[in-house]
């Protein structure tokens, strides 16, 4: 009896371990000791100004001071929801006067569609380093908000932009990329040329779980009125001008 | 209103003045472009240069988003790439000071003196509207100077030239194919007369519908149909055969289906943006589409006489009861409006009271649209009610120059030079 309880205490402990091991960091196998110094990364984002024009700000911050971070570049990889559109042509216009590099990965891209006819794209903007803090990174995009279906109560709805992908490219191999990097991803290099490196998919952690815009959108309460009263106006005014023109005008052929 | 307007400067310098004034503000938005964020150039012009760098690289215009012109412009522009951006900039400041042109010279053949004519001129040449439209590099000059254009050569009598003027203006904007019926109409005067009818009998409809459409099969109006088709389907199958379905579809059908159901100054705005997706909204666009219809054919059979004043009312008409409505499209009967000024006989208090009224009802839409846009503010019914006023307001104008037009020409008054 006593020895199976130490037996099931055992396999316990073991599975404990386990699912320690497995919810910490990817298996370093140079020693578990290095675990201990893993920092996280913060990356924290904000919608600025108001309105259907808005500005996507992300700002990343390594826990720790690294040495050769200079040596690394930060991809952002945004995914956009349908409620959001990007316009290439403004992004390639920003590319030229150096603001942001960004660019739009999905082809097909309709710039005025409402919401409900419009797909999800996905963004790489190519992170710069902030001057205003040691080993922090930001990325800035223009959004725009899409027409949405009109409600039936509440005047505005909701667009979540969930937390983008991370992704890191150093040109030497820094151990402590080993921290975080989850995967390996393609993508180019960089903005300008075609190259494909491999970058390394890192985790983070976010400051807030997303973010959420309001949309302002139509009532459908006001369809009756509103179609009511603007056919009335319309013919009305139409009907008076037609008497205008039939009391002042010369018909005849 | 007919004697308040004649100058003391001579025609050139007023020409000259607005030339100069033109390439002044081209020059000014050049330098916001590169100092501001806020650019002083039209989204529009990137287009059109966009479209023609890859109209120069031997590709489909249409590969640029939002590009819903013909290749023409495309091509027109392509100076753009290999000389220097401004040049689309220059090319429509000079359809400005060439539509204002036909303007004078179209007012001098209704018998106004050089000082009168140059007067009306004056409210195209040194209205900052044409102005700051054609500096930030919209293209609306250039349709206004052909349909002026077109109007002169048939007040001159070249029916062919006049035709094919106007076939390029409907090819780049389809808007003056409105014209099609008073201008036949009108050619129709100078065909010989039937006998003159007898004592008042109401004619039955049927004979009098097919007196007229006998009557609308005269020689002037054949060739002009002829020709202006021939131009239109000429340029339409060229570029069809170029660049496919994508051509009609940008260049034309967009146009003639567009429910734009993101805010601008039309009545129907809010009803087509709350219906959009209804089982109604076909029926509401009909109904939206008739109004239009039945305006239009009365006020040409009405004044097909004076044909000036005639387009003027269609696309008067036209743009106010229109399912979309920006402001570049008040440029399309603004460059009629001189022509039209001298027989328009209203006390000049009550012309600047509609032309602040005018103003007004424009700011009271800009407001909530502004609070919508940037600022996030659900103002979508306030944007409604004044888009209705606006519709009113425009409305109540029209009316007061149908009634206070008279048909009589200016060369009977007397002249004040």
Known sequence: ?253 | MGRALSLRVRPAGVFGAAFVARVALVLYGAFQDRALLVRYTDVDYRVFTDAARLLSQGRSPYLRATYRYTPLLAWLLTPNVHLCEPFGKLLFISCDLLAAWALYRLLLLRGLGRRGACGYCALWLLNPLPMAVSSRGNADALVAALVLAALYLLARGRLACAAVAYGLAVHLKLYPVTYILPIALHLRRGAPRPAPPPAPAPAPRRARASALLRALCSRAVLLFAAVAGLTFCALSLGFYRRYGWEFLEHTYLYHLTRRDIRHNFSPYFYMLYLTAESPWSPALGVAAFLPQLLLLSAASLAYYRDLAFCCFLHTAIFVTFNKVCTSQYFLWYLCLLPLVMPQVRMPWKRAAGLLVLWFVGQALWLAPAYLLEFQGKNTFLFIWLAGLFFFLINCCILIQIISHYKEEPPAERVKCD
């Not at chain 1, 990889?77 to 990965?105: H, W």
């Not at chain 1, 992170?127 to 959004?143: E, G, K, M, N, T």
């Not at chain 1, 040329?193 to 970058?199: E, H, S, T, V």
């Open chain 1, 1 to 253: 009896m006593a020895a199976r309880a130490v037996g099931v205490q055992a396999v316990a402990w073991l599975l404990l371990c386990e699912a320690a091991g497995l919810s910490g960091t990817p298996a370093a196998p140079a020693g578990a000791g290095k675990k201990a110094t893993c920092s996280e990364i913060i990356l924290r984002q904000e919608v600025l100004k108001d309105g259907f024009h808005r500005d996507l700000l992300i700002k990343v911050k390594f826990g720790e001071s690294i040495e050769d971070l200079q040596t690394c570049r930060l991809l952002i990889k945004q995914y956009i929801p349908t409620g959001l559109l990007v316009d290439p042509y403004e992004l390639a216009s920003l590319q030229e006067s150096n603001i942001t590099e960004a660019v739009m990965v999905s082809e097909d891209f309709n710039i005025e569609a409402p919401n409900y006819l419009s797909k999800e794209s996905e963004v790489l903007i190519y992170a710069r380093q902030d001057s205003q803090c040691i080993d922090c990174f930001q990325a800035f995009l223009p959004v725009h908000y899409r027409y949405h279906r009109p409600h039936s109560k509440d005047g505005e709805t909701f667009i979540v932009v969930n937390n983008p992908d991370l992704l890191m490219y150093c040109d030497q191999e820094l151990p402590i990329l080993k921290c975080w990097a989850q995967s390996q991803v393609a993508a180019p290099c960089t903005l300008k040329n075609k190259d494909i490196c491999q970058w390394n998919n890192m985790k983070y952690k976010s400051v807030f779980k997303n973010v959420t815009l309001q949309v302002p959108v139509g009532l459908t309460i006001h369809t009756s009125l509103v179609c009511s009263v603007t056919l009335l106006i319309t013919i009305l005014c139409s009907t008076l001008i037609l008497l205008a023109i039939f009391k002042y005008g010369h018909f005849s052929l």
